[in-house]
């Protein structure tokens, strides 16, 4: 259906894994005894759509990415594992930046979302096509508010509004490398790809990912993830029962 793109992805592996406070980068930190990175290139993987992955580490890091992820899971569409940045933001254009020429979707996606669902990347993909850009997401389940100094609340948005943004982002090559450029020329550093594009009036879609796309931060996500793992059949059979709108 989408084989006349060739759609491209790049997975940013370069943070520092602070709040994770880790020895080591929280990427490789095993799950079900596969490290996160792995679980997480494998979802790409087994996306026939999927062209070329393209992973940013950190420097120090390649080596190992490249033995102990690449090699040894065998993937076949990791083509180039690029050196990451200071800022999120950062290794994402290096990562950019390697694309194969004939590159036309951008799809950029957090080592660190290891269950992502290849629907959800199907859905990116076809977002992208019918809109240019998208980015896959879930409406949020609590009531957000706006704090100010002392900890004041200073309003609260309607919640049917707000969702809360994921990845993969997703867009058309033209429109993210004129947005990291743009941003570069600015100074602008925004928290996510999205943010980078809406900037510059570029409209983009909203798409129904999943709750079980949670981004590995913090160590209790480790205990939810290993026991997403383990339960999945479970999850699975109870899909039917799982609020998952609104
Ligand atoms: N300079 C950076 C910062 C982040 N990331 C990647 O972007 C994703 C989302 O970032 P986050 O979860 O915040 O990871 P860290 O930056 O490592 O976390 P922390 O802020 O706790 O250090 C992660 O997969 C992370 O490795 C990256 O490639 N390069
Ligand atoms: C891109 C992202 O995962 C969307 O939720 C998120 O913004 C990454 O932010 P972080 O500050 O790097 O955790």
Known sequence: MYKNYY?????????????????????????????????????????????????????????????????????????????????????????ILALNEKSNIVLIHDGARPFVKVENIVDGIKGVVENGACVVGVPVKDTIKVVGENKAIENTPQRSLIWAAQTPQCFWHHIIING?????????????????????GYEVKMVMGSYENIKI?????????????????????????VFQGR
């Open 180 to 200: 990291y450029q743009k941003a570069i020329e600015d100074n602008f550093v925004g928290t996510d790809d999205s943010s980078i594009v809406e900037r510059l």
């Open 217 to 241: 931060t913090t160590p209790e996500d480790l205990i939810v993830a290993e026991s997403m793992l383990k339960d999945k059949d479970i999850i699975y059979k109870r899909r039917e029962f």
């Open 7 to 95: 759609v491209s992805v790049v997975i940013a592996a370069a943070g520092m894994s602070n709040r994770m406070g880790s020895k080591i980068n929280k990427q490789f930190i095993s799950i079900n005894n596969k490290p996160i990175l792995a679980h997480t290139i494998e979802r790409f993987e087994k996306c026939r759509y999927i062209d070329e992955i393209i992973v940013v580490a950190k420097e120090e890091e390649i080596d190992y990415c490249k033995k102990e992820i690449v090699k040894r899971y065998g993937f076949k569409k990791v083509v180039n594992i690029i050196r990451g940045g200071r800022e999120r933001q950062d290794s994402v254009y290096n990562g």
